[in-house]
């Protein structure tokens, strides 16, 4: 018998909140020289998060063909971009771009790009605070400092212009020895099992239907590392991204 994994796919419902389209304003700027932006806004962060102890950070780029199995929380994925499609494929931007994720995601692999950068400190913080939280778990937040080359604004979205999916992964080890692992997928509304509404935006990792203030859902990272796959586990402080259906 296989382990269950400790990821799960959710959206948040909408619960009253505005509709979210395809036409995310982060996203759509970087659309056109993608890999021109993807290094320029990675480039950034690995300087910023330089180590006091290394002379150089780097960076470095690297491209699969991951078998979908691997990916944690791709079935449910494909049934978000079904439903996506499903609400939205009457517009003919949205049914292009739902139905070539649909096909891509029905082959044995997808092509996935991991950004890694080395001599860095790694996303310190946790899910509701420091540069982890300002990265994977907000928008218009940022933790650098003045002067730092980014502010993890809307330079963040770059990697998910080049997502066929719109879905990154954020994994880290920190100085300390800590890790994580978070998936996000930047869709659109749609309707869930429950036939509910959702938020565009969804995470990937551990959910709590009732773990926070209040009886809120919690959507956390993995930040066990018997539960992340080895294929995404890093052996020394730093951060990797991976593009998942790198286009």
């Given at each position: ?126 899910d509701d605070s420091g540069r982890w939280f300002a990265l994977v778990k907000s928008q218009g937040v940022s933790e650098k400092g003045e002067g730092a080359g ?98």
């Amino acid at each position: 018998m296989s382990k269950e994994s400790a990821f799960s796919l959710r959206f948040p419902e909408l619960r009253g909140g505005p509709v979210q389209g395809l036409n995310d304003a982060g996203v759509e700027n970087f659309l056109g020289a993608i890999d021109t932006y993807v290094a320029r806004e990675c480039g950034q962060n690995t300087g910023d998060a330089k180590r006091d102890d290394v002379a150089c950070a780097s960076l470095e780029f690297d491209r699969f063909d991951v078998p979908v199995e691997q990916i944690p929380g791709f079935d449910q994925l494909r049934e978000a971009l079904q439903a996506c499609l499903a609400r939205w494929g009457e517009k003919p931007k949205e049914h292009r771009f739902f139905q070539q994720a649909i096909d891509m995601a029905k082959g044995k692999t997808v092509p996935v790009l991991r950004i890694s950068d080395f001599g860095t400190t790694g996303l310190t913080g946790a899910d509701d605070s420091g540069r982890w939280f300002a990265l994977v778990k907000s928008q218009g937040v940022s933790e650098k400092g003045e002067g730092a080359g980014g502010s993890f604004g809307i330079g963040k979205s770059s990697p998910f212009a080049a997502s066929r999916f719109r879905t990154v992964f954020y994994g880290t080890r920190t100085e300390d020895g800590g890790v994580a692992l978070q998936g996000v997928s930047r869709l659109a509304t749609h309707a869930n099992a429950s036939r509910k509404l959702t938020q565009g935006v969804g995470f990937i990792g551990v959910y709590d239907a009732v773990g926070g203030e209040g009886g809120d859902p919690v959507f956390r990272a993995v930040r066990r590392e018997q539960d992340i796959p080895a294929f995404f586990r890093r052996n020394e402080p730093g951060t990797d991204i991976w593009v998942i259906g790198y286009a």
